[in-house]
DNA sequence: CGACTAGTTGAGGCCAGTCAATGTTGGTGG
DNA sequence: CCACCAACATTGACTGGCCTCAACTAGTCG
């Protein structure tokens, strides 16, 4: 695995007027342990504040988050667990596993840097899925019985809240029309191009990259075997469509991988 | 296709205190022409009230809904078109298809009476998919602004439309599941399993029932061929599990069904 | 070193897709 | 009424894409 040049592109335009207080976790072992405000984070323009955001100019009460801090494999909740608040992602990744009662397992979504994670747990008090981080990762929680609270004192933070959800819907159903109706080398393709415009969304190279899965979980993600996702990767590569030294990634021909979903 | 003996079974008990009024559409042709409220209505119990209602005590302002009757094959919106409202389905049903640009088309969504349709809308003020009815249907319109302002005078009221959202989540990332990781048996297997539970809860027939789609759009939403759809029918029927002349389907061994799903 | 995990590649099999013929149903018009 | 047609459905023969099983390599960690 090799280090990948990352360079931020063009950082967001916001100006939230939501003041959100950051509280540590107990167990946070950042050596500057600093308190402060959220938008003094350095994931600032890319998390919280580009979907949750309001604009009014009324004043709201402050959201108090709590930082996480978890490693690789850590479940930043389980299945049945309580719902009680929503996370960002501050720095890191991980993945939404979703389990049936016959032991059948799906990953259901990938999340990065800037996500929101635990929508899952909305509307029933519970999550439904497990989320497992793929590498040390930082999170920061918004307790959503307060988010609600604030919500309904504040036009635009409702409907960013509504947006957060319907994007999920979308995302989910994008993966449907993958699940459903394409072949193999197409969701592969769908997976790199979709991992590039996120890159590209933070402000790193769209174009080279480093898988935080392993074949297995792309698999899982995309409904193919290990073995499929590997002959496939390295199809692209006999191809000269991408290059690819273990999960280091780099799209050499973006527009043949668009092409590939023509057919 | 025959006649299916449909007795409700046990109606829900819900004390709804939002008032909703209901306005006619222009092209409305009932002949009782009544105005009124939505709690008048006969599909009250599992409709909107079940999902939407307000448990709170306080006074909120009134909800003007719009009934709209449809054809077969109409389309209640289309990709594209400007989100303004939610639908509640007071009789009838439909699908919801998503489109790509390249022409791939999959049923993402079947929807009956007291389903709420156009949730894809949220978010993006267009919706991104196309409901069009498989029958004759009449549907109530819930603005969806008006919906905003009232929840956020009601702590109930938001958080139902939450649970909305949220149980659209759910509902989509089961179908991931039943995509990404089943067999064709088991999909078509969850798929009756699914219809049966939901007639059970309007209050029909679990066991027998008419299918409103066809062979082809079965197949659509279950990612499969219709040759495919037929053959598994055939099948079910021959290891009498089920029967089916047509489309109308008798489930004749529920436990086999289920018993599908474990392998 | 051995054990383990992750990944690649090959051989073979099966499930579901494709193509095609035929049957069934419902609607329309002569 | 029947003839005709279109849409829907069934069934068979064949194909092929992906899965399964398996062998092997490379890297990591204790």
Same mark, same amino acid.
């Given at each position: 695995?090799?280090? /990948?040049?990352?360079?931020?592109?063009?950082?967001?335009?916001?100006?939230?007027?939501?003041?959100?207080?950051? =509280?540590?976790?107990?167990?946070?072992?950042?050596?500057?342990?600093?308190?402060?405000?959220?938008?003094?984070?350095?994931?600032?323009?890319?998390?919280?504040? +580009? &979907?949750?955001?309001?604009?009014?100019?009324?004043?709201?009460?402050?959201?108090?988050? /709590?930082?996480?801090?978890?490693?690789?494999?850590?479940?930043?909740?389980?299945?049945?667990? =309580?719902?009680?608040?929503?996370?960002?992602?501050?720095?890191?990744?991980?993945?939404?596993?979703?389990?049936?009662?016959?032991?059948?397992?799906?990953?259901?979504?990938?999340?990065?840097?800037?996500?929101?994670?635990?929508?899952?747990?909305?509307?029933?008090?519970?999550?439904?899925?497990?989320?497992?981080?793929?590498?040390?990762?930082? /999170?920061?929680?918004?307790?959503?019985?307060?988010?609600?609270?604030?919500?309904?004192?504040?036009?635009?933070?409702?409907?960013?809240?509504?947006?957060?959800?319907?994007?999920?819907i979308a995302r989910a159903r994008r993966?449907?029309?993958?699940?459903?109706?394409? =072949? +193999?080398?197409?969701?592969?393709?769908?997976?790199?191009?979709?991992?590039?415009?996120?890159?590209?969304?933070?402000?790193?190279?769209?174009?080279?990259?480093?898988?935080?899965?392993?074949?297995?979980?792309?698999?899982?993600?995309?409904?193919?075997?290990?073995? &499929?996702?590997?002959?496939?990767?390295?199809?692209?590569?006999?191809?000269?469509?991408?290059?690819?030294?273990?999960?280091?990634?780099?799209?050499?021909?973006?527009?043949?991988?668009?092409?590939?979903?023509?057919?």
């Amino acid at each position: 695995m090799r280090a /990948v040049a990352m360079q931020p592109v063009q950082p967001m335009q916001i100006k939230p007027r939501l003041t959100i207080v950051v =509280r540590e976790d107990a167990a946070f072992e950042d050596a500057t342990r600093k308190h402060g405000l959220c938008s003094t984070c350095q994931s600032h323009d890319r998390c919280l504040s +580009a &979907t949750l955001h309001s604009t009014s100019g009324s004043p709201v009460d402050d959201l108090v988050t /709590v930082r996480r801090r978890l490693r690789k494999g850590d479940a930043m909740y389980r299945a049945g667990d =309580r719902f009680s608040a929503l996370y960002v992602i501050r720095s890191g990744s991980c993945k939404t596993v979703l389990l049936d009662e016959h032991g059948q397992e799906q990953i259901v979504g990938y999340h990065m840097a800037g996500d929101i994670v635990g929508i899952d747990g909305i509307g029933t008090d519970h999550h439904e899925c497990e989320a497992k981080m793929l590498e040390d990762t930082e /999170v920061c929680s918004l307790p959503f019985e307060e988010l609600e609270r604030l919500a309904r004192d504040d036009e635009v933070l409702q409907q960013n809240v509504h947006r957060l959800l319907a994007r999920e819907i979308a995302r989910a159903r994008r993966l449907m029309l993958l699940l459903g109706t394409m =072949r +193999a080398e197409q969701r592969l393709a769908v997976f790199l191009l979709d991992l590039s415009e996120r890159y590209l969304a933070r402000g790193y190279s769209s174009c080279e990259f480093v898988l935080r899965m392993t074949r297995e979980e792309i698999g899982s993600y995309l409904g193919l075997k290990l073995e &499929t996702v590997s002959r496939l990767l390295s199809r692209l590569v006999d191809e000269g469509l991408i290059r690819a030294e273990g999960r280091s990634i780099k799209l050499l021909d973006r527009m043949a991988l668009r092409r590939l979903l023509e057919k």
